[in-house]
T-cell receptor
Framework: RKEVEQDPGPFNVPEGATVAFNCTYS??????FFWYRQDCRKEPKLLMS???SGNEDGRFTAQLNRASQYISLLIRDSKLSDSATYLC????????????FGKGTRLSVIA | GAVVSQHPSWVICKSGTSVKIECRSL??????MFWYRQFPKQSLMLMAT?????????EQGVEKDKFLINHASLTLSTLTVTSAHPEDSSFYIC?????????????FGAGTRLSVL
């Protein structure tokens, strides 16, 4: 089983739609969770951290389910500018170890 | 968020030459930096973990003599692709972790696009 798994998509949605991505991780001892966004031919940029209680940042809501070992990202009222690849990122092991990136889910928001 | 500067952003070179890429944390100290490589339409692949003042830790399958990493200070790590060949053409991205205060966030440089002719 891969350490971090995501549906690669693509998800093609109209403007204004609500879209949700899920991600599963294999190590139950994983410490920290993030969603990054990567635009074509650009570096990944932190979108938001994911907290146990769930957290919201404007149109974006992240949830963590430790029992089922998955995290989710919900985007409401999609904008054209939301088109990007969304990377699920997990700190699998404690200590100063690199984050583990999922392969990403591609989102295209269409006018 | 923290700023990581990566230079150069684009390199075109002849086969057999060596290319040096710099990664700097501008407003924080990074005892550890990470080097990734990404081929078109592929995911980020971790190449190595760069530790300040000590040898880098390379991932399986990454040649340490091919990809030389130096982390001479708390704000600078360099990756040198030695004797580059066309198959080394890729997008190389560094990142640094902002540590302390419970944070564990990695910030990325803008990446270096390497094209070897």
């Amino acid at each position: 089983r891969k350490e971090v798994e995501q549906d690669p998509g693509p998800f093609n949605v109209p403007e204004g739609a609500t879209v949700a991505f899920n991600c599963t991780y294999s190590n139950s001892a994983s410490q920290s969770f993030f969603w990054y966004r990567q635009d074509c031919r650009k570096e990944p940029k932190l979108l938001m951290s994911v907290y146990s209680s769930g957290n919201e940042d404007g149109r974006f809501t992240a949830q963590l389910n430790r029992a089922s070992q998955y995290i989710s990202l919900l985007i409401r009222d999609s904008k054209l500018s939301d088109s990007a690849t969304y990377l699920c990122v997990v700190n699998i092991r404690p200590g100063n170890t690199p984050l583990v990136f999922g392969k990403g889910t591609r989102l295209s928001v269409i006018a | 968020g923290a700023v990581v500067s990566q230079h150069p952003s684009w390199v075109i070179c002849k086969s057999g030459t060596s290319v040096k890429i710099e990664c700097r944390s501008l407003d924080f100290q990074a005892t550890t930096m990470f080097w990734y490589r990404q081929f078109p339409k592929q995911s980020l692949m971790l190449m190595a973990t760069s530790n300040e003042g000590s040898k880098a830790t390379y991932e399986q399958g990454v040649e340490k003599d091919k990809f030389l990493i130096n982390h001479a200070s708390l704000t600078l790590s360099t990756l040198t692709v030695t004797s580059a060949h066309p198959e080394d053409s890729s997008f190389y991205i560094c990142s640094a972790r902002e540590a302390g205060g419970g944070k564990n966030i990695q910030y990325f440089g803008a990446g270096t696009r390497l094209s070897v002719l």
